[in-house]
């Protein structure tokens, strides 16, 4: 039988209090802790660009949208499927909103999201009532907000995305 001694208990103790506390502290993207920063911690802030945000979620979501958008849901599942898709878009935008952007960019940043956000949230209302007419519209006002930021904010390389 294994005795335990104080000294490995307290080392374990330790190790295991210097991984939970270096996972809480804020860090840099990089990996990289900065704790002289002044913004270090605050929230909200972005972790990625603009284009790396737009790859990781917008792209994921524009693809599983374009699949459930390809005929009417026959079952609740569809249904909801595109509801949270909705909510996916619109919450998508807050993470859009909080970028900094050129100050004579900021209106047209502002007026993108938001309008994309409604967009998202009509999506998600649509799909919640089964209003396929409503919904599909509500989708190709979604798609043709996000194109028209696209040709605004970025005309040399972002996409313009089919519905």
Known sequence: MMTRRPGMILIAALCSS????????PGRADGQNDRTSPTAGT??????????????????????????????????????????RGFQAAEVMNLVAIRERESDERAAWD??????????LQLADA??????????????????????CHQKIAPDHAPQVQP
């Open 127 to 148: 799909a919640k009532a089964r209003d396929w007419q409503q919904t599909r519209s509500a989708y190709e006002g979604l798609i043709r907000n996000c194109n028209q």
């Open 43 to 84: 929230l909200p802030r972005p972790i990625v660009d603009t284009h790396q945000l737009m790859e990781l979620f917008n792209k994921p979501l524009y693809s599983y949208l374009k699949e459930s958008m390809q005929q009417q849901p026959t079952d609740d599942k569809g249904w909801k499927t595109i509801q949270e």
């Open 111 to 120: 007026r993108h999201v938001r309008t994309a956000q409604q967009a998202g």
């Open 18 to 25: 210097a991984a939970a506390t270096a996972l809480w502290l």
